[in-house]
């Protein structure tokens, strides 16, 4: 059974920090790549960071330079680092792990999300 568990969502104010993490279990987790999303009320669910099997990051702009994403292959655990936090960071924060099959199909899990809210 593929689990994946956020935590580390709260409450903080502007300016503040939080380290959200995404426990997995049930995958190979060494090969998948691994999203953060996130999503507000009323808005899309929009990409935040990922970070591939060999390391590489990728960044939406809006969050490029306050977060960091990172992986722990021995404890099947990705990190997001979110720094300098502002009010339109406010959202449900979701960790996808993703790959693709021999066969070329995508075969992705997603967890069930930790709120983050900005607020002063």
């Known amino acids: 059974q593929v689990q994946l568990v956020e935590s580390g969502g709260g409450l903080v104010q502007p300016g503040g920090s939080l380290r959200l993490s995404c426990a997995t279990s049930?995958?190979?987790?060494?090969?998948?790549?691994i999203t953060w999303y996130r999503q507000a009320p009323g808005n899309q669910r929009e990409l935040v960071a990922s970070i591939t099997n060999g390391g590489v990051t990728i960044y939406a702009d809006s969050v490029k330079g306050r977060f960091t994403i990172s992986r722990d292959n021995a404890k099947n655990t990705v990190f997001l680092q979110m720094a300098s936090l502002k009010p339109e960071d406010t959202a449900v924060y979701y960790c996808?792990?993703?790959?693709?099959?021999?066969?070329?199909?995508?075969?992705?899990?997603w967890g069930q999300g930790t709120q983050v809210t900005v607020s002063s």
């Open positions: 996808s792990a993703a790959r693709y099959t021999l066969d070329h199909r995508l075969e992705r899990y």
């Open positions: 049930g995958i190979t987790f060494s090969i998948y790549t």
